[in-house]
């Protein structure tokens, strides 16, 4: 079965500092890769999808995600961070054209001045 | 922009009632639904794909007389948690479709507290 990692449950960085968030699949077929952003007590919102085409994905927000096949990976970045990038980041893969998704275990980010 | 409209956000209940939580899409049509369960500080979780006409199909482990899902129209699906008890207690979040994985929206969730 198909399974997503986010390596890290937090990350704190400082503001305008650059972050990654990582992300890895499992998956020996096509997959599709969404990230989400979820604010307190609040829904998801789509940050950025790979469906096909250029693995260089960009996003609102500032952010864009690289799709790597060969190591099953889809790390988030952003090149300078604000504080109302705090919330929770979910890494999520659609396997085979699938429409539901499965998740992360989510990375909350934390932003200091 | 689609837009899902989900309803209500928070609900507080007795133990032993149910609550019905609604989905809507509003300026499509959503072939298909989902509802995912999301506990505090973890992931979301499926619980069914719900298909407008026909029976929702539940994740394993989901009890479906527990979790009743109607989808009566291509923009409203409904998730009832019949005789709830504390440990449903949740953050429920349901996501529309319309055609493919580019028209894939999510609602704004509903915290569920059962007392």
């Known amino acids: 079965a198909q399974s997503v990692t986010q390596l890290d449950s937090q990350v704190p960085v400082f503001e305008e500092a650059p972050v990654e968030l990582r992300c890895n699949y499992s998956s020996s077929v096509s997959v599709y890769l969404f990230w989400y952003v979820q604010y307190p007590n609040q829904g998801l919102q789509l940050l950025l999808k790979?469906?096909?085409?250029?693995?260089l994905v960009k996003g609102i927000n500032g952010f864009e995600a690289e799709f790597n096949k060969s190591q099953t990976s889809f790390h988030l970045r952003k090149p300078s961070v604000h504080i109302s990038d705090t919330a929770e980041y979910f890494c999520?893969?659609?396997?085979?054209?699938?429409?539901?998704?499965?998740f992360g275990q989510g990375t909350r980010l934390t932003i200091n001045p | 922009g689609a837009v899902v409209s989900q309803h209500p956000s928070r609900v507080i209940c007795k133990s032993g009632t149910s609550v019905k939580i609604e989905c809507r899409s509003l300026d499509f049509q959503a072939t298909t639904m989902f509802w995912y369960r999301q506990f505090p500080k973890k992931s979301l979780m499926l619980m069914a794909t719900s298909n407008e006409g026909s029976k929702a199909t539940y994740e394993q482990g989901v009890e479906k007389d527990k979790f009743l899902i109607n989808h009566a129209s291509l923009t409203l699906s409904t998730l009832t948690v019949t005789s709830a008890h504390p440990e449903d207690s949740s953050f429920y979040i349901c996501?529309?479709?319309?055609?493919?994985?580019?028209?894939?929206?999510f609602g704004s969730g509903t915290q569920l507290s059962v007392l």
């Open positions: 996501s529309a479709v319309e055609g493919g994985l580019e028209k894939l929206f």
């Open positions: 790979y469906l096909s085409g250029s693995t």
């Open positions: 999520a893969v659609s396997v085979g054209g699938a429409q539901k998704l499965v």
